[in-house]
């Protein structure tokens, strides 16, 4: 992906708005994530670009700034915090909260967990999305991957790039009624962890 045109590469140590790139974190089909220093507050944080591709769909680039700035909103301890959506030298950002812990997917064992850390980390999971669902905000994209169990294990939901905010109404829709699942307008996420249904054919 690195000779990739379409991501950002030799970004380390330039300065993006107010945030100086300090090394890379990661990277995925929705972009990579630098740790980077805020030098306007004096802090770290994880820095996430946008595949630069992003720009030249006008829609898309509104959409993803809209549901960042939505889920910039969330406050919650087992929530990674947004502090910032933006735009700079063409490049569309996220500021984020840097966790400092290891992905969950990293924690499992061939075995899978322990039953004790399925429920720790269900239950703390679970009590995250709760949060973002009474606020109208989906995530779409949960998975092991997008999970960081921190040194003092708690774990923190990453990763809202695929957010979607739904008005109550809409989500009291979706739960209950085969036609709003049916007529959803797109897919999003990682197939391996979507959540699917299936639906007896009317007689």
């Given amino acids: 992906m690195l000779a990739s045109p379409h991501f950002h590469i030799g970004m380390i140590g330039q300065k993006l ?45 509104d959409r993803l700034l809209h549901e ?63 949060h973002t669902h009474e606020r109208g905000v989906i995530h779409r994209d949960l998975k092991p991957g997008n999970l960081m169990v921190t040194r003092e294990g708690r774990t923190k939901v990453l990763d809202f790039g695929l957010a979607r905010h739904q008005s109550r109404e809409e989500l009291e829709d979706a739960t209950k009624s085969r036609l709003s699942a049916e007529e959803t307008p797109s897919v999003a996420g990682t197939l391996a962890y979507a959540a699917g249904a299936h639906y007896r054919p009317a007689d």
Avoid: W
Avoid at 23 to 30: A, F, I, Y
């Fill in 17 to 61: 708005s107010h945030y100086r790139v300090l090394s890379e974190l990661g990277h995925g089909g929705m972009g990579v994530v630098y740790r980077a220093r805020d030098e306007t507050l004096g802090r770290d944080v994880a820095l996430k670009l946008l595949p630069s591709n992003t720009l030249a769909d006008p829609a898309a680039r």
């Fill in 68 to 130: 960042a700035r939505t889920a910039s909103a969330l406050n919650h301890p087992h929530i990674c915090t947004i502090y910032e959506a933006g735009e700079a030298g063409g490049q569309i950002f996220f500021a984020m909260e840097l966790v400092d812990g290891r992905p969950l997917r990293e924690l499992i064992p061939a075995g899978g967990l322990p039953a004790e850390s399925v429920v720790r980390y269900g239950s703390q999971i679970a009590d995250a999305l709760a």
